[in-house]
């Protein structure tokens, strides 16, 4: 048996090394590749001019646009901060004629809806002569309609979703099914009612009637809110208050809202300042567009970073 070549062996080690080399920087010169296609469009969108940029049209003013997107929650892109911080930045700019407050949300947290709508009527006595427009796009339902009343009038489209004025709580019992699988239920509480609505424990009537008159006293705020806002537009009939939701057209019989458009035509015919520039803060926007980058790109630019030899 003849006696292995390691000259031809160290040769095609030296060879399979270089080609994993040029295989690992073709991969790495992809993903850069791939990187600089998915940033382009995010810098020009945070270089956007839309929060307040100028233009050969800037001594005609422009028609400010907040956009208030998805659930009204803390932390989430159609919560307080993110939506009062733009309108803050809309009703000061120089140039503004008037605030368009964009609403597509089916709601969320009372309180950070009713946060947006107070300051909604702070900025709006602060800065008079500035008026506040809702336009509803596919939804502005609960606490998204909560705050679209704030303003001074409501536009929609006729197939938008208008309304469900009114407060939920949800729970699930698993009392029976704990029973039929010969689960026993331990619970340790300082404090009578600290067990509120535990899912594992029979309903308590009394607590029941507690939170009941708890939602009660929320939804009261919120009809009082929009009879403030809505004054003598709304025509009041049953059901109205209920958590029933119309459709656009539906909803400007009712007086819940007042006509047909949208924010071109807003801007257009009612604001007489049809250059639209957009004060949504543009970190959330960001946000948005990195999510849709995909796992997939995630894990290829990581190991356009991590890729070595071994």
């Known amino acids: 048996m003849s006696q292995p070549d390691y000259e031809t062996i160290v040769n095609k080690l030296a060879f399979a090394a270089i080609t994993e080399q040029r ?12 990187f600089f296609i998915y940033l382009t469009p995010i810098l020009l969108l945070a270089l956007d001019l839309g929060g307040g940029g100028d233009d050969g049209d800037a001594d005609k003013g422009h028609t400010a646009v907040v956009r208030l997107s998805g659930i009204i929650a803390s932390g989430e892109e159609g919560g307080s901060t993110n939506v009062v911080t733009g309108l803050e930045e809309a009703f000061k700019h120089e140039d503004t004629k008037a605030v368009i407050l964009e609403v597509n949300s089916p709601g969320g947290s009372p309180v950070e809806s009713s946060y ?30 909560f705050v679209a009343s704030a303003a001074d009038k409501i536009f929609v ?33 300082a404090g009578e009612n600290k067990g509120l609505l535990d899912p594992f424990l029979p309903e308590n009537d009394r607590q029941k009637m507690h939170i009941q008159a708890m939602l009660n006293d929320v939804h009261q705020h ?30 400007i ?4 809202v007042d006509a047909l458009g949208s924010s071109k035509s807003v801007a257009r015919e009612i604001v007489k300042a049809e250059r639209l520039v957009d004060f949504t803060p ?8 990195a999510d849709k980058l995909g796992a997939s ?14």
Do not use: C
Request: aromatic share 12%; no cysteine.
């Open 222 to 251: 919120f009809i009082e809110s929009v009879k403030i806002g809505r004054g003598e537009r709304l025509v009041e009939q049953e059901g109205l208050f209920s958590g029933l939701i119309w459709t656009g057209e539906k909803a």
């Open 282 to 289: 543009k970190g959330a926007l960001l946000e948005r567009l």
């Open 23 to 34: 295989r690992a920087r073709r991969w790495r010169i992809f993903f850069l590749f791939l």
């Open 116 to 145: 947006i709508y107070n300051e909604i009527n702070r900025l709006r006595e602060k800065h008079k002569v500035i008026p506040i427009y809702a336009v509803v796009a596919d939804i502005a339902a609960s606490g998204g309609y």
């Open 157 to 189: 489209n006729r197939s938008s979703l208008v309304g469900s004025i009114g407060v939920r709580m949800d729970n699930f019992g698993f009392v029976e099914l704990m029973k039929k699988i010969g689960v026993e239920r331990r619970l340790l509480t």
């Open 253 to 256: 019989e009712l007086g819940l």
């Open 297 to 310: 790109f995630s894990a290829g630019f990581a190991r356009f970073f991590t890729m070595k030899m071994n």
